[in-house]
């Protein structure tokens, strides 16, 4: 039977986003009561589909799909500013809702857990919707959750299909699972465009390794390359080893592994890829029809070859999420601490100790990568220099102070890069090995948390799918960002949520982590949201009319 921390670990979150949300929608309708930027398209936009008017406004670049949610519910919201704002503050909570669902999906064999574990699976509740509350409070989404923006919205669908394609191992009817996820798919490509790349490819992906794992199994063992090909190619195995124990050449690895063992199962890979590849054909069939991507103006929204942003990307994650990444920089610090001090850190702030030395190989390639995308591919939109309400324009006002300031920025990307993937592979368990026989090791696994290890092919699935999402925008935009952030945080792993000793399972400390990236997100929306609401400005050009700054 489940506790009380279990059954009220997700309502207090889901209370608690409510509680900051309506703050800052209050607000912002004390202070800014009018449609500000965008909104001045979106807000008009909605209210002629509310009066049956679907005349389309040639400035407006994306889908429909937030004015349509809006025509849907507009008999119990109505369709003034106010109540057209109200709606994403239902979609932050629901964000917070399918974040929990996600993070508990994501653990292996979860509904497994027998009545010994549930003080374990308290713990792990508790710190799934923790974990839900800091990703509903990620300050580019959480911003836009009291104006009337397509983000909120666009991200709870699309995280919705990927809840979806998650529980795609216990559904009870496949072919329902699959024809769920190709509506909830269709529904997001009428958010934003670029949402085809996380219905469709990263899904693709992840379903296909899946699979071969299931037809042939996998290998993440210590075995030379010959081994592994050889087993890929007479076994059908795939090599995907998990992240904390992976180095370029396990990633090479898992490529020449999957080659060999997809060119021996097309049948099952296309059976895989129909729902996915269904979604491409309806994506591409709109754009044929269309002429373009883009809806309305499509001169300010050519797609364009940037690489750059692959780079930006990195210090993007590190900023937002450095209480969870600056352990693997602590970690040797903290193992020179006497005993108590340093495992009470291992077990709250670190992880597991480990090797946080970056490999050379890593290193030189994505320095020499990154220089050269710099020095070929930089992009600077003409709207990033003309807008100084946007805090983008300050950071390219530092990188363009000195021709050598974007060359040199490579290492700092790198360096943002390795902590990122070294957080990915922080173990979600902390244990004291015991040797006393064969059953005392049985009941230390069976105690483990039952989380998935975050693989080689999820890696290589996000950041191809994100390179694929912003890599062709000329644009630099943190809101691009949004679900490429969310997926990385949902995958990464907790600390002990029990501990192993001599004495038996006891109860681990917090894991800290998540108390200070709350301190930390609150902090950031404090600073960004008074800056927004208190900090106007006017330009010349306008003389009385106040700007206002935002993401």
Known sequence: MPSLLQVWALPGALLAIANVSVTWYNMVSKHVPDPYLDEVFHVPQAQRYCNNDYTWDPKITTPPGLYLVSLLIQSVAGCETPNLRA?????????????????????????????????????????????????????????????????????????????????????????????????????????????????????????????????????????????????????????????????????????????????????????????????????????????????????????TLHLPQMLYFWPYIIFFSIPLTIGTVLSPIVQLLPNEPRMFLTNTLTGKPKNVIPGLISATLFIAIGVAAVHFNTIVHPYTLADNRHYVFYAFRILRRHPAIKYAAVLFYYICAWMAYQTLGNTSTTQTQVTQGPQKKKNQADNVAPAEPCQTSFVVAWVATTTLSVATAPLVEPRYFIIPWIIWRLHVPHLSALQEGKTGTKKAPYDMRLVLETIWLLAINAVLGYNFLHRGFSWPQEPGKVQRFLW
């Open 87 to 303: 709606l994403n503050i239902g979609a932050i909570c629901l964000i917070c809702l399918v974040s929990y669902s996600l993070r508990r999906s994501l653990r292996k064999d979860s509904s497994k857990q027998e009545d010994q574990q549930a003080e374990q699976s308290d713990r792990l509740s508790l710190l799934d919707a923790h974990s839900a509350l800091n990703i509903s409070l990620f300050p580019p989404l959480f911003f836009f959750s009291a104006l009337y923006y397509t983000d909120v919205m666009s991200t709870l669908v699309v995280l919705l299909h990927y809840s979806a394609f998650v529980g795609h191992k216990r559904a009870t009817s496949p072919i329902l699972n699959k024809a769920g996820i190709v509506v909830i798919g269709t529904f997001s490509l009428l958010f934003r465009q670029t949402n085809i790349f996380w219905v469709a490819v990263f899904p693709a992906a992840l379903a296909v390794v899946d699979a071969l794992k299931a037809s042939g199994g996998s290998s993440s063992i210590n075995m030379d390359a010959q081994t592994v090909l050889k087993r890929s190619w007479s076994h059908g195995e795939v090599y995907d080893c998990p992240v904390e124990s992976a180095g370029p050449q396990d990633f090479l690895l898992f490529f020449m592994s999957l080659a060999l063992v997809v060119v021996k199962q097309p049948v099952l890979i296309l059976k895989t890829v129909v729902p996915y590849v269904l979604l491409i054909a309806l994506f591409a069939s709109f754009v044929a029809w269309n002429g373009s991507v883009v809806l309305g103006d499509k001169s300010a929204h050519t797609a």
